[in-house]
């Protein structure tokens, strides 16, 4: 099953990053005259209400809700990991501050303070990014302040302190690299939520905008067709479905090999 997800993953990826080469139209090309044109060797899945080809809108869509989810990610996971590991690792007042503010934040009601902040930002890429970031990194922090206060205690550390090691080369040389792992897993965990998240708030009209090339605004466009064109749904939904799936797969894959490793670890 995980080299399924693998395959499953690593195939959207590329038709996602290769899409300007694959892809046999223009995303955004209007033609009224083939307005739901049906499934056919010039459009295999068929045209929009705009007439535009949906398999090239589904390629570049992909690339769009891909792309922005790892760099919402990626964002998130490093102002996480700063705050955490400098919270866990210094101690003391500055983790008992860095925990205040994280505390308030995640006291927040999650999902209303996001929807609330992406509409006072107004839609965009840029205020679905703001959004939620600011809502998810306080999360991150915690998770990564707990890894570091059991790092700060292994005998390697101890070890490197005996033998002379500054803070900055104990952080850097032993602290991060035993950090990677756990961040990994913790990535991929939760990745496909954040796609989901993505899309959802593309789809209520606060996230990304027509006429972009997005899973979730092309599910928000094809509402009203969904009975005379269901297809124009379900294929971005599939889309969605099919890439959460496999990365929570992977994501469960790579938990288990870590807590095994963890396992054999402590034994030893």
């Given amino acids: 099953m995980t080299r399924f997800a693998w395959t499953l993953l690593i195939a959207i990826i590329a038709c996602s990053i290769f899409a300007p080469w694959i892809a046999p139209y223009d995303p955004d090309l209007i033609d009224f005259s083939k307005r739901f044109a049906p ?7 068929g045209t929009d209400n705009l007439g535009r080809d949906y398999l090239s809108r589904l390629l570049f869509g992909g690339r769009t809700t891909l792309g ?6 990626s ?20 983790d008992i501050l860095i925990q205040s503010v994280v505390a308030m934040f995640q006291g927040l009601p999650g999902l209303a303070f996001m929807l609330t902040l992406a509409g006072v930002l107004g839609p965009g890429a840029t205020s679905l990014f703001i959004a939620l970031v600011v809502t998810a990194w306080a999360d991150f922090s915690r998770i990564v302040r707990a890894e570091t206060l059991r790092l700060r205690e292994a005998q390697f550390i101890e070890a490197a302190r005996v033998l002379g090691a500054g803070q900055h080369r104990i952080i850097v040389q032993h602290l991060m690299p035993n950090l990677v792992t756990p961040l990994i897993v913790l990535f991929t965990s939760r990745i496909g939520r954040m796609i989901l998240t993505i899309a959802s708030l593309s789809f209520l009209g606060l996230g990304l905008q027509p006429p972009t090339a997005d899973w979730g605004v092309m599910i928000s466009d094809s509402r009203a067709f969904f009975r005379s064109a269901p297809h124009l749904m379900v294929m971005p939904g599939l889309c969605i479905f099919a890439v959460s799936l496999a990365i929570n797969i992977i994501g469960d894959d790579l938990r288990d090999r870590m807590d095994r490793r963890t396992d054999r670890w402590m034994v030893s």
């Fill in 75 to 94: 964002a998130t996971m490093a102002i996480g990991f700063i705050v955490g590991a400098i919270s866990g690792y210094l101690g003391g007042v500055v």
């Fill in 39 to 45: 499934m056919s060797m010039a459009h295999p899945l």
């Fill in 68 to 73: 922005l989810a790892v760099v919402i990610m």
